[in-house]
């Protein structure tokens, strides 16, 4: 009985609802999203100031 209960715990502690996962997918792309717009704005504030550099 108290292994079959800690198994069940175990597996319970492991298990991710569907929804959740979405979630976090969603949350994830999100995420890149964003962090793709902060690369193109720092390679857009790096060419600025290589312009700069070049004047």
Known sequence: MR???ALRVRID???VT????LRDI???LWEVQMLR???VA???ELDRLRDLKAI
């Open 3 to 5: 292994l079959r209960r």
């Open 37 to 39: 717009r902060e690369v």
């Open 18 to 21: 569907k929804a959740d996962h």
């Open 42 to 44: 720092m390679r857009r």
């Open 26 to 28: 969603r949350d994830t």
């Open 13 to 15: 502690a492991r298990y």
